[in-house]
């Protein structure tokens, strides 16, 4: 599942890794090593600035007066990074070059402030170092089947998450990366989200209203019959509204579906108004305290004015308390401008995407849930009625990492 999409994040993971173990070499250069215990014999250096004998002879100075004063011990010792678990990662020989002054206090503990700099040796990520991944981010995003809103809108969270992060030597570097990008795809799954179950529950002694809308053969009524049969199973009174009066042998399809089902199906003539079907199933479902109302509505382009606006007509006299948008997971970017087209034209609560079963980039999803700022509530991952799934965002991107 999400093949695609799962190895194009993972090839930027590593490209970002390598820019930065590559910058991490860099810091390791040897002479690097020297000037960083330079520096630290600098900074334990209680007063005036004390210079090492053999700089003090290289300048011409007089060192032998000097010797009186300061006695130079040259150390070795072996200092050992290591990672978060403990485990070595660098082992360094280190031979460093004290300088004792006499007339001053002893300088304790260089070793282990030495080891203290070059433990916090660290690499800290700028937009430089972050411009080349993210590029290559974007594109991954790009043809994954994100549309392009949504991968500007990750790319630039991954770089404000990045930008000026201080990365540990030996610290895993792909957790880092693969640590903002999982925030970033989370933070669009996560917006608005809401529990259909719970919602459900909270209607406790009134109808809830449930309108199915999208294109045609997204699987609208096959999605219908799957709640049914969940919404049943957890003890729930269903009925169905057979709203789609538009196309020939649609009305008998879903009735199939409620008969395999034992669920009631309201029904007018082929060809009535869907709206008045609906309104009457309303009606029923109230007057026999179903839990449930499922309204059916013929599949229509968003491209289409006059079945959109009959659409807004269907919601407006329905009144549902949940709209779904129905499409496929396979669709990619069509799908998130159909979901555009629709949220405009009614006010969608959440999105059932499915098809999730067969070969799906898993773009469409993330896209859909930006465009929508509306939660993906199910993915359907097969023709049977139990091939539902419901949607947990932070199960999307465990899915989307996992190997
Ligand atoms: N593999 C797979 N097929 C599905 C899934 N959901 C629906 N289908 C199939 O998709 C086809 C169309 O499904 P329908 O439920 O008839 O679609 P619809 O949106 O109601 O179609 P219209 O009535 O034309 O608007 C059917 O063959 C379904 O069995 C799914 O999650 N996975």
Redesign the pocket.
Known sequence: MFGKLKEKLQGFTKSLNKTIDEKAVELDQPEMVGEELLLAEEIITDGPEVESASEIQEAGGEPEEEKDEEEVIITEETVAIKDDNGDVVVEEFITAEIVKDKSKKEKVGFFGRAKALIFDREVILDDDDLEGPLMDLQIALLESDLALSVTDAIVASVKDQLSGTRKKFGKNTGNIVEEALRKAILDVMSANVFDFDEFINSKKGQTAHVVFV??????????IAKIANRLQKQGKTVTIAAG?TF?AG?ID?IQIHADRLGVKTIRHQEGSDPAAVIYDALQYSKAHKIDVLLS?T??RMHTNVNLMAQLEKICRVGMPDLIIF?DEATAGNDAVERASQYADAVPISGTIL?????DSKGGAAISIAYITQKPILFF????NYD?LMKFDPVWFVNKIFED
């Open positions: 999208g294109i045609n053969g997204t699987g609208k009524t096959t999605s789609d196309r649609a399809q059916d013929a599949g129905v499915t098809k999730l079963d067969a359907g991952i097969g023709q091939d």
